[in-house]
């Protein structure tokens, strides 16, 4: 990891500087943890924040897609808010990711701003001109007033590029449903076929997978934002997998092959080690082999899979644009719920 970050005074707080974090000092991240955990699961029912293992490995490695930087400000010498940032290396060269958490008890004194604007500086010094945060929070039946992470994302001059909805499978799902759905998908691709691994990609596959991970961005609907696609190569993945390894979580993949043993789709489910959930990661059918119900093949054989392996998972959460209507219609086959919204803003780096 590497942090440039100097310490900023700001002078409308008593002990207000933002300073870098030291991902190897275990007190300090089990503290910027609980700040982010306590932050994230504020007044929401549906959070799913990092565990602390998972944040350690994250901040402890370096990755070749991005930059990862994370600072923290103090009160009265605890840390009171906190700071994630991606800069992406290999793609999107013109922007990065923002997450920014205060701990609720110390919200609307102006620390959302200070991190904010040492973002800001990280984001000049590397050249970045476009933000993008993710604003979770806002349940399906919900109240319409603004969340706190909305108001402060308009605060910063960002505007909603894209929804999306948060929605939940509880699992178990009845195997006899499960077959149900593979039988009545199944007679729409015929001679099509189906394969699956578990964290590492098998070497034939490696191109093919890596082309369609690239695709993510093109293919599934992006609302608003200005994206390009991601660039997924041999060492980005292999070194996705070690990380995934190293932070506890295992990948299920399933690809789809068409007659001619191309790839076509591809569907992953990564299971953490401590979180009773599973997360659904990407989903892709090529638009040349979409109208089969490779979609919802691919998710039934992944979700058989894993609910198998790990009996005591309670749901999978997905998150999908609101115009994804295609990705929508089989998750409800399947008997995802909405749960909750997520905001993808986007904006010129604030001043
Ligand atoms: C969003 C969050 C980081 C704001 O932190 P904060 O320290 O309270 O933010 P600030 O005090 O710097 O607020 C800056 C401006 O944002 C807006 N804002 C922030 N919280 C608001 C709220 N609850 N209601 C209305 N406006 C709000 C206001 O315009 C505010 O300026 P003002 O206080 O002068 O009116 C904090 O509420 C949080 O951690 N939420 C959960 C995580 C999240 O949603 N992060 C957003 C990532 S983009």
Avoid at 18 to 45: K, M, N, S, T, W
Avoid at 192 to 210: G, K, R
Avoid at 225 to 242: A, F, I, N, P, Q
Avoid at 283 to 292: D, E, I
Wanted: hydrophobic share 40%; charged share 25%.
């Amino acid at each position: 990891m590497s942090t440039t970050a100097a310490p900023v005074p700001h002078p409308s707080l008593p002990d207000g500087e933002v300073e870098p974090l030291d991902p190897f000092d275990d007190a300090q991240i089990a503290e910027f943890h609980a700040v982010y955990e306590a932050a994230d699961r504020y007044g929401r029912r549906f959070a799913c924040p990092f565990s602390l293992h998972e944040l350690a490995i994250t901040q402890r490695t370096t990755s070749v897609g991005e930059e990862r930087l994370a600072f923290l400000v103090r009160v009265d010498g605890a840390i009171a808010g906190v700071a994630g940032v991606e800069v992406p290396l290999l793609d999107n060269t013109d922007q990065l990711f923002v997450d920014i958490q205060v701990a609720p008890q110390h919200r609307r004194r102006g620390l959302g701003t200070l991190l904010a604007q040492h973002a800001a500086v990280l984001a000049r010094e590397r050249g970045r001109a476009v933000w993008n945060g993710w604003v979770a929070g806002r349940e399906v039946d919900g109240p319409e007033t603004p969340t706190p992470g909305e108001a402060f994302a308009a605060s910063l001059g960002l505007r909603l590029g894209r929804v999306d909805v948060q929605r939940r499978l509880p699992l178990p799902v009845p195997s006899a449903r499960l077959e149900e759905l593979r039988c009545t998908a199944a007679r729409q691709h015929e001679g099509y076929s189906f394969d699956t691994w578990v964290d590492h990609c098998p070497d034939e596959h490696l191109a093919a997978y890596c082309r369609l991970k690239s695709l993510m961005n093109s293919e599934a609907p992006v609302g608003e934002l200005e994206v390009e696609d991601e660039v997924w190569d041999e060492t980005r993945l292999r070194e996705s997998e070690r990380e995934l390894g190293a932070s506890g979580r295992i990948r299920y993949v399933c690809v789809a092959l068409a007659p001619d043993g191309s790839m076509v789709g591809h569907n992953e489910l990564v299971v953490p080690a401590e979180d009773p959930g599973i997360y659904q990661w990407d989903t892709l059918v090529l638009p040349a082999h979409r109208g089969h119900r490779l979609g919802l093949a691919l998710k039934v054989a992944n979700v058989a899979v894993v609910q198998d392996r790990h009996p005591d998972r309670t749901s999978v959460r997905t998150f999908n644009a609101v115009s994804n209507t295609a990705m929508i219609a089989v998750n409800e086959v399947l008997g995802f719920v909405p749960v909750e919204y997520q905001g993808e803003w986007q904006g010129p780096v604030p001043v």
